[in-house]
């Protein structure tokens, strides 16, 4: 696996941690950003950068086109 492909990921993953950083100086942290509704704190733990609940994740997840 190239450099590139391994890195690729990872910089996601520190977009959307940053990302997370910024909701939770904003006060939005735990809000998803597409329903508005609480995202529950088991979800938080197991994924603390997840923007979404688990129902609009699953939502987007079967929008999805396949690769």
Same mark, same amino acid.
């Given at each position: 696996?190239? *450099?590139?492909?391994?890195? %690729?990921?990872? *910089?996601?993953? @520190?977009?959307?941690?940053?990302?997370? *950083?910024?909701?939770?100086?904003?006060?939005?942290?735990?809000?998803?950003? =597409?329903?508005?509704?609480?995202?529950?704190? %088991?979800? *938080?733990? %197991?994924?603390?950068?997840?923007?979404?609940?688990?129902?609009?994740?699953?939502?987007?997840? =079967?929008?999805?086109? @396949?690769?």
């Amino acid at each position: 696996v190239g *450099l590139v492909a391994w890195r %690729a990921p990872r *910089l996601r993953r @520190l977009g959307r941690i940053e990302t997370a *950083l910024e909701r939770i100086n904003e006060g939005s942290y735990g809000v998803c950003v =597409q329903c508005e509704g609480v995202i529950p704190k %088991a979800r *938080l733990n %197991a994924i603390p950068y997840t923007p979404v609940c688990i129902k609009c994740a699953e939502s987007r997840d =079967q929008r999805a086109p @396949l690769d």
